[in-house]
């Protein structure tokens, strides 16, 4: 099953073509504090979204195989991309399922063990509470679009987006419209309200500015 992109992992796989075992010491990236705090969008303070990057950091020092020489570690990361070495550092273009393929190289004797582990990497099940504006600078009676499309909070469910618009107006949704019928700078608010298993936080509120002209 695959795992979010925040875990530490020790795996054991064998070689049996070469007849010896080789331990594999994995580390990824450590969970990424989350900025969003639990509330409610109409009476606490929502700070600025922080969405940490779908990266991943990956550590094979702790690897051995007593019998065999110098060992060579290509990364095939998942996404066409390959890396050597022992360790090594990814940033992923989208947050999605990527399944990370290590093969080894025993330089002595030039014989590559092919997918030595595999490794799944879940970018899916990371909290993502963020949402994006059509523009951030508007004339009053102009439209515009908010968008909290791919925003989740795993492992909730039956999530509900709120917005608060800070000019007395509120509404729900994933993909709302608004018109700002006087100018100001508004601090919008988007909030996550959901229910689940624990730990299920019961709401996520970030905000982002917007300035209205005349």
């Known amino acids: 099953m695959p795992l979010p992109a925040s875990a530490y992992s020790r795996v054991t796989g064998s070689a049996p073509r070469f007849g010896r075992r080789l331990v594999l010491g994995l580390l990824l990236a450590g969970p990424a504090a989350l900025a969003q705090q639990a509330g409610d969008t109409l009476s606490v303070a929502c700070p600025r979204p922080s969405v940490p990057p779908p990266c991943v950091d990956l550590d094979a020092r702790r690897s051995v195989d007593p019998a065999a020489g110098p060992l060579t570690y290509r990364w095939q990361m998942g996404d ?6 022992p360790v090594v550092s990814h940033c992923y273009a989208e947050r999605r399922r ?3 393929q290590l093969d080894v190289l025993d330089e002595r004797t030039g014989r590559l063990r092919t997918a030595e582990q595999t ?3 879940d970018f899916t099940l990371e909290p993502l509470v ?3 504006l059509s523009t951030d ?3 009053v009676g102009q439209v515009v679009t908010f ?3 791919r925003a989740q909070i795993p492992p909730c469910t039956n999530t509900v987006v709120l917005w608060d618009f800070r000019d007395g107006t509120i509404s729900n949704g994933r993909r709302p419209t608004h018109t700002f019928r006087k100018p100001g700078r508004f601090e919008v608010r988007m909030s996550l309200r959901a229910n689940g298993p624990d730990p299920c936080p019961a709401s996520h509120c970030v905000s982002r500015p917007i300035v ?3």
């Open 212 to 214: 209205v002209l005349p």
């Open 147 to 149: 968008d909290a499309s």
């Open 137 to 139: 600078t508007v004339r």
């Open 80 to 85: 066409g991309t390959t890396l050597t070495g």
């Open 98 to 100: 990527y399944l990370i």
């Open 119 to 121: 490794y799944p990497v």
């Open 130 to 132: 963020d949402f994006t």
